[in-house]
């Protein structure tokens, strides 16, 4: 069966520092991979969209990358600040009919001042 | 711009009772889902829809029904409530055919049947 893997421990990071998630999956062939920030108690909140035949993508302080070999994305914030303490997911989409999004269980961000 | 609009945000049900989640977007995105959210774990697909007239099944389906009438709106209804159905529901909406399948969330509603 489809199965999408984050970290289930939480990360602690110092600020200024660079934080990496992970997010694998198996049985799956997604068309597009794309991340989202949770906050405690609020529904979430799209990020950042990497496609299958695109390596890396970028905003602001994000960066994305995704191979489809390894069936890994990796998720990177630099220069973190304590604002961006959150929960972060992975999702999955795949071609063929009604889009459905798969989501991961997500990997919690602790970033200290 | 409301978004992804939840109602209610919290409600306690009593087992065997009824009640339905409603869920309406300003956004005039043709797909729609539910999903459910337990302590620790990922968000499941209950239902979606990809416009109006037409709902389609998730992961986690069973206990649950969803109508579109309208594009707007896009309810979830509980039958006969079960504490297995303790969860945060989260409705989302999208527009695909207009690109990437970003999904628009809202606010949750926490239900807790006792």
């Known amino acids: 069966s489809q199965k999408i893997e984050q970290n289930s421990e939480a990360l602690n990071i110092q600020e200024g520092k660079t934080a990496t998630l992970t997010c694998n999956y198996t049985?799956?062939?997604?068309?597009?991979l794309q991340w989202y920030r949770q906050d405690p108690g609020r529904g979430p909140v799209f990020l950042l969209l990497?496609?299958?035949?695109?390596k890396e993508k970028r905003k602001e302080r994000l960066k994305v990358t995704f191979d489809t070999t390894l069936k890994q994305s990796l998720f990177h914030i630099t220069a973190s600040q304590p604002a961006d303490s959150a929960t972060y997911l992975c999702?999955?989409?795949?071609?063929?009919?009604?889009?459905?999004?798969?989501f991961g269980a997500g990997t919690r961000l602790f970033v200290k001042a | 711009n409301a978004g992804v609009t939840q109602t209610p945000k919290f409600r306690i049900l009593k087992i065997g009772q009824s009640m339905t989640l409603q869920c309406t977007q300003d956004?005039?995105?043709?797909?729609m889902y539910w999903y459910r959210q337990d302590p620790g774990m990922g968000l499941k697909l209950i239902y979606y829809?990809?416009?109006?007239?037409?709902?389609d099944k998730g992961e986690v389906p069973n206990g649950y029904n969803v109508s579109r009438s309208t594009t707007e709106d896009f309810p979830l209804r509980l039958e006969l409530a079960a504490p297995s159905q303790t969860s945060v529901y989260f409705c989302?909406?999208?527009?695909?055919?207009?690109?990437?399948?970003?999904?628009?969330f809202g606010q949750g509603t926490r239900l807790t049947v006792v």
């Open positions: 990497i496609r299958e035949n695109e």
């Open positions: 999702a999955l989409d795949a071609l063929g009919g009604g889009f459905k999004t798969i």
């Open positions: 989302a909406s999208s527009y695909p055919d207009r690109g990437p399948p970003e999904a628009f």
């Open positions: 956004m005039n995105h043709n797909y």
């Open positions: 049985n799956y062939s997604p068309a597009y």
């Open positions: 829809s990809v416009g109006a007239g037409i709902t």
